[in-house]
């Protein structure tokens, strides 16, 4: 992506690569996957500038107090973030995701592409190390699916601490015949999620079919009945 194509984005949809929202004590981060294909562009190198510079705002907000490298920055109440983003994290396949919206069997055993199908490993141990967020929602595999990621520790060991990412199925039956949507509850301490499922287009398709027929019905019923009486009366007077 070239200079002109990136001030084009930022123009027209008034945002960066990676943004930092505060809403009523969460905070979300927003980030564009595209910006998280580590290959260096200057659209990636602005990304990761940002990243880092939203985990020196949490690390101060979050403490110990006193550190001079915080001094400049602006206080504000910690919490652990919540990623927005579209591409899920990186995960092999969707072999371990269930539900009636999630995919096919045939599709679950097909690995997935890194930077094409999710994120490379490196980034996702960028978000997950940098930020700690305690919830990732992404998309784009239009199947749902539900992954804890472990997270590592500054020695590259892994710790007891997970991370929960929702992988939202579409909302679409053109994606997807199970779609669904998720409404969620958030505080800056919890957060609770449910799914949605909507009707299959399959149900709604034979509804509609149904429906159609029996309004007919109702409507050539009584039309059937006085024809009939019509044709009786007609042949008592012959």
Known sequence: MDEYQLNRFKDHFETSSVRM????????????SMALEGDGCDLCKQAENEIQNIAKLLKCAKGPKGRKICDQIEKMPYTQP????????????????TGPDSASEEVKSVTFQPRWDCLSKNSTHLLLNSLSPRLVLSGHSHN??????????????VT???TLEWT?????WRNNKNPSFVLGAISNGDFKL???????????????IISAVTLLLWLFYPMSKAFTRWRRKGVKDS
Do not use: G
């Open 21 to 32: 929202v505060r809403q009523n004590d969460n905070i979300f981060i927003l980030i564009n």
């Open 82 to 97: 919540i990623i927005l983003q579209h591409f899920p994290l990186y995960r092999k396949n969707d072999k371990n995701c």
């Open 144 to 157: 749902f699916c539900e992954v804890r990621h472990p997270v590592h520790n500054v020695h590259k060991a």
């Open 160 to 162: 007891d601490t997970q």
């Open 168 to 172: 939202l199925a579409s909302f679409s």
């Open 194 to 208: 449910n799914k949605c499922l909507m009707p299959r287009e399959l149900t709604v398709i034979w509804t509609y």
